[in-house]
């Protein structure tokens, strides 16, 4: 299936097929966009803590391929754990199989939320160095995105008096990423110091931004701001 979908993709991309967004063929279309999940056993059959969804409910969503939206509705979740976009064609599902083929040139718009599929630089050396991203904010010259995953920790038992048991579970993982003209996307620690830093030829800038308008730098709407402000600069 997965060569199959890779010789699809290809094939389309080489001959600049133009997909029309009325065209009987888009469920064919969605088809060649999904791979048939590999369950792994770690969520399965175990007394684990937690959930690999942040939120586990399906959501109506746009798959935007090669910058096209396809015209048809789609049921997404993001598995965080399994750092995938679960995907049905049914109006109310609760599983599904299949997931969006995790391809730069395939993302989705869910739940008012941009997700993208691309190459990360630094963050944590646990997970992979592509995956799912949330467009927080995308401009000209500076765009940021949040990485959100959820990490599976094995059950620890106490060994002496002095050490505490913890059961299974998965936790919470946020990386934030920065990119400047359309580069790569580097791993930074959303506060001052890192702004500072990255900012030095609109530092004067930055700390007007600064003392007029307090905020958390970990806040999804004032880090939208902050970097918007920046990016508009002339």
């Excluded at 684990?48 to 789609?74: H, M, Q, R």
Aim: aromatic share 14%.
């Amino acid at each position: 299936m997965k060569t199959l979908v890779g010789i699809v993709i290809f094939t389309i991309y080489n001959l600049n097929a133009q997909i029309s967004l009325n065209d009987s063929r888009l469920s064919d279309a969605y088809k060649d966009l999904t791979n048939r999940i590999e369950r792994n056993g770690v969520s399965k059959g175990l007394d684990i803590k937690g959930s690999p969804y942040f939120n586990p409910k399906f959501k109506e969503a746009t798959v935007i391929y090669f910058e096209k939206p396809l015209d048809e509705k789609v049921q997404l979740r993001y598995n965080a754990f399994s750092d995938e976009l679960e995907m049905s064609l049914s109006p109310n599902p609760t599983e599904s199989d299949q997931a969006l083929i995790k391809n730069n040139n395939v993302f989705c718009e869910l739940d008012g939320e941009v997700f993208k599929y691309l190459p990360l630089s630094g963050g944590n050396k646990q997970l992979a160095k592509v995956g799912y991203v949330k467009e927080i904010y995308k401009g000209q010259r500076f765009s940021i995105y949040l990485r959100e995953r959820k990490v599976y920790r094995e059950a620890k038992k106490e060994r002496t008096s002095l050490e505490r048991s913890f059961p299974a579970r998965f936790t919470d993982e946020y990386e934030w990423y920065f990119q400047k003209n359309n580069g790569p996307l580097e791993f930074i620690k959303p506060n001052k110091k890192t702004f500072k830093a990255l900012f030095k030829a609109d530092l004067d800038h930055l700390n007007i931004f600064l003392k007029t308008k307090k905020g958390d730098f970990k806040d999804l709407e004032y880090l939208q701001k902050l970097v918007r402000f920046l990016d508009e600069i002339n």
